[in-house]
């Protein structure tokens, strides 16, 4: 990774992006800020443009327009043909919305491999493992895994990276209740240790028990954003509509 030149406000931020695929505007003018010790909710319909977002700040999609600004070092993108070849992982990690777990690899394999590569400490693993209810399918092939079994195992892989920014596309929606319980705790404990996290979800109610923040998104547009309690007293009636249907 190039050499970051560092600010005193670390942040992981996505200014004025825009994003056309095939002549539509899937983003269209959005800002928004991962930052160190905060969990930042994702939220809007499905399509909306959650998981571009996602994509375009971990800079594996770029943008059409924009500027993903990392750490004070900024990644501008002037068109379509913008593209850096340099990616941020894993001090920026996703777990994509599809896991993208290899299938040929045992579940425990594909934990411990991007951690060998990362020369990632593993005194972690069991502890983790052992929350993450995953050990009985460690030496199970993902195929041969329930969703939420995959889910747990992507996570546990990404948690382990010990990352800076962590992005999270959707990674509870085949969890049992019980165990977003348990993923929540986990993500407070690593907001504490100062990591920015950025949570794509339609568990509202996740979203306001752990979240400091909010970004609500509808169409690739921004309706709305800010501290985590306006999800009570939205003011959009946007955002008031789609919230109608959680309570
Ligand atoms: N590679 C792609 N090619 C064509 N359309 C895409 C592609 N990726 C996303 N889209 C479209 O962009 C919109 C936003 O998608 P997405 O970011 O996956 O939304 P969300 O994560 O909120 O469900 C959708 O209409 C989707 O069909
Ligand atoms: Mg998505």
Same mark, same amino acid.
């Given at each position: 990774? &190039?050499?970051i030149i560092?600010?005193d406000?670390?942040m ?7 994003? &056309?695929?095939?002549?539509?505007e ?10 160190p010790?905060k969990i930042s909710?994702l ?16 800079l ?5 327009k ?6 004070? &070092?900024?990644f ?5 043909k913008?593209s850096y ?8 990690t996703v ?6 777990l290899?299938?040929? =690899?045992t ?9 060998q590569?990362?020369n ?7 502890i983790?493992?052992?929350r993450l209810?995953?050990?009985?399918v460690?030496n ?6 329930s969703g939420?079994?995959k &889910?747990? +195992?992507a996570?546990?892989?990404?948690i382990?990276?010990?990352p800076?920014y962590?992005?999270l596309d959707?990674?509870t929606?085949a969890?049992?209740?019980?165990? +977003?319980n348990?993923?929540?705790?986990i993500?407070?404990e =690593?907001?504490?240790?100062g ?9 509202i109610?996740l979203a306001?028990?752990?979240g400091n923040?909010?970004?609500f998104?509808?169409?690739?547009? =921004?309706?709305?954003s800010?501290n ?13 509509k789609?919230?109608?249907?959680y309570?």
């Amino acid at each position: 990774m &190039q050499k970051i030149i560092l600010k005193d406000n670390y942040m992981l931020e996505g200014k004025n992006i825009y994003k &056309q695929i095939n002549g539509s505007e899937i983003l269209n003018n959005i800002s928004l800020n991962v930052v160190p010790s905060k969990i930042s909710c994702l939220i809007g319909p499905s399509g909306s443009g959650k998981s571009t977002i996602i994509n375009c700040l971990s800079l594996l999609t770029p943008p059409s327009k924009g500027v993903v600004t990392l750490n004070g &070092q900024d990644f501008s993108f002037e068109n379509e043909k913008s593209s850096y070849s340099i990616f941020p992982y894993p001090l920026v990690t996703v777990v994509f919305q599809g896991l993208f777990l290899f299938p040929h =690899m045992t579940n425990e394999k594909n934990i411990l491999l991007p951690l060998q590569e990362h020369n990632k400490d593993l005194s972690n693993f069991d502890i983790l493992v052992d929350r993450l209810k995953i050990r009985e399918v460690l030496n199970k092939y993902p195929n041969e895994c329930s969703g939420g079994e995959k &889910q747990r +195992v992507a996570l546990a892989r990404q948690i382990l990276l010990e990352p800076q920014y962590l992005l999270l596309d959707e990674v509870t929606s085949a969890l049992d209740l019980e165990t +977003v319980n348990t993923v929540a705790e986990i993500l407070v404990e =690593m907001r504490n240790k100062g990591v920015g996290i950025l949570l794509a979800t339609h568990m509202i109610n996740l979203a306001k028990t752990i979240g400091n923040d909010f970004y609500f998104i509808d169409k690739g547009i =921004m309706i709305e954003s800010g501290n985590i309690s306006r999800l009570n007293t939205p003011e959009t009636e946007r955002l008031n509509k789609f919230l109608q249907i959680y309570i």
